[in-house]
């Protein structure tokens, strides 16, 4: 085995044995073997434990037991905390290799290119119920446009979960423990914003999709979404609304959650500055009947109008 590690698969692991063996079972098989895997346990009993032995001849594995439960994101940080090697594969237990080359393909652009500190892949969606499959591919548009300003990403996840991402060790990134809707989001943008990033065209992960999952509960919940979208335009700077596709995805935002005044989104949680342009889009979607909120083509002239209108009072 290799002095230094060059890739930590890093698990934080909760209960669900079934998928954690089918994780890493897909890594028993991977071609690359220049690797560690890191699971740490937030389980209330040994059944993780119990099959993390059975893997300890297959490759190096560490495994810890939280003392106390860490919950998510917490406990994402605390597998990379354990980590020692310079590259990170955060693999949530739900999520597996799509085959053996999987590794491999990730750590061919780590030697080709040493200025790449950021590496994401196409990956499929593998839905429980109903069963189906869904390849999801980054398109060339959304790449350029990550390159010129990581922000944009407010407006899309395309980069998908922490699953389909390697990147280096560099405990300055960690993922913020105050989010579980937007916590990915913001550590992408807090990353890319001094590394450079690769995309590999190809599903090299399969993403288990269930009820089981913290976004379920987040999904159009104000209370979650409302605090961290807010939290994250803070991190971004409001400027950040002089994008279209930013302030597009905070239309939608405040229309998908019926926003109705500034006393909802206190109402969710939010205490902080409320910026002129999040005001202006709550005041104009007042005006429009709700039925042409609905039709998407209608909603998004009237967001872009909106946006011209915001574009010519910068306030803020």
Same mark, same amino acid.
């Given at each position: 085995?290799?002095?230094?590690?060059?890739?930590?698969?890093?698990?934080?692991?909760?209960?669900?044995?079934?998928?954690?063996?089918?994780?890493?079972?897909?890594?028993?098989?991977?071609? !690359?073997?220049?690797?560690?895997?890191?699971?740490?346990?937030?389980?209330?009993?040994?059944?993780?434990?119990?099959?993390?032995?059975?893997?300890?001849?297959?490759?190096?594995?560490?495994?810890?037991?939280?003392?106390?439960?860490?919950?998510?994101?917490?406990?994402?940080?605390?597998?990379?905390?354990?980590?020692?090697?310079?590259?990170?594969?955060?693999?949530?237990?739900?999520?597996?290799?799509?085959?053996?080359?999987?590794?491999?393909?990730?750590?061919?652009?780590?030697?080709?290119?040493?200025?790449?500190? !950021?590496?994401?892949?196409?990956?499929?969606?593998?839905?429980?119920?109903?069963?189906?499959?869904?390849?999801?591919?980054?398109?060339?548009?959304?790449?350029?446009?990550?390159?010129?300003?990581?922000?944009?990403?407010?407006?899309?996840?395309?980069?998908?979960?922490?699953?389909?991402?390697?990147?280096?060790?560099?405990?300055?990134?960690?993922?913020?423990?105050?989010?579980?809707?937007?916590?990915?989001?913001?550590?992408?943008?807090?990353?890319?914003?001094?590394?450079?990033?690769?995309?590999?065209?190809?599903?090299?992960?399969?993403?288990?999709?269930?009820?089981?999952?913290?976004?379920?509960?987040?999904?159009?919940?104000?209370?979650?979404?409302?605090?961290?979208?807010?939290?994250?335009?803070?991190?971004?700077?409001?400027?950040?609304?002089?994008?279209?596709?930013?302030?597009?995805?905070?239309?939608?935002?405040?229309?998908?959650?019926?926003?109705?005044?500034?006393?909802?989104?206190?109402?969710?949680?939010?205490?902080?500055? %409320?910026?002129?342009?999040?005001?202006?889009? %709550?005041?104009?979607?007042?005006?429009?009947?709700?039925?042409?909120?609905?039709?998407?083509?209608?909603?998004?002239?009237?967001?872009?109008?909106? !946006?011209?209108?915001?574009?010519?009072?910068?306030?803020?």
């Amino acid at each position: 085995m290799p002095d230094q590690i060059l890739i930590s698969i890093c698990i934080p692991a909760y209960k669900g044995i079934d998928f954690l063996q089918r994780l890493l079972d897909s890594i028993t098989i991977q071609t !690359f073997k220049n690797f560690e895997v890191v699971v740490t346990d937030d389980s209330p009993d040994e059944t993780v434990n119990t099959l993390c032995l059975k893997y300890q001849n297959s490759f190096r594995l560490q495994y810890y037991r939280n003392t106390t439960t860490l919950g998510t994101p917490a406990n994402w940080n605390e597998a990379i905390r354990k980590a020692e090697g310079e590259w990170i594969k955060l693999m949530h237990d739900d999520d597996w290799f799509s085959d053996e080359h999987s590794l491999e393909s990730f750590a061919e652009i780590i030697a080709n290119d040493r200025s790449i500190a !950021f590496i994401f892949s196409a990956y499929k969606n593998v839905y429980l119920n109903p069963s189906r499959t869904k390849n999801i591919f980054a398109s060339r548009f959304w790449i350029r446009k990550l390159d010129k300003n990581p922000a944009v990403l407010f407006s899309g996840n395309f980069i998908g979960p922490p699953s389909v991402v390697l990147h280096k060790k560099n405990l300055d990134f960690l993922y913020d423990d105050r989010m579980k809707w937007l916590v990915d989001i913001d550590f992408y943008i807090r990353y890319l914003s001094v590394g450079r990033s690769s995309y590999i065209h190809k599903t090299l992960v399969n993403v288990g999709i269930s009820d089981r999952q913290v976004t379920k509960n987040a999904f159009r919940n104000r209370t979650i979404e409302i605090p961290e979208s807010f939290l994250l335009l803070e991190k971004t700077g409001v400027k950040i609304l002089k994008n279209i596709a930013v302030f597009d995805a905070w239309w939608r935002l405040i229309r998908n959650l019926g926003i109705k005044n500034e006393e909802n989104i206190r109402q969710s949680g939010y205490d902080g500055n %409320i910026p002129s342009k999040i005001t202006g889009m %709550i005041r104009a979607q007042q005006k429009i009947p709700a039925q042409w909120l609905k039709i998407g083509p209608i909603s998004k002239i009237c967001m872009f109008a909106c !946006f011209l209108f915001a574009k010519g009072n910068p306030g803020d």
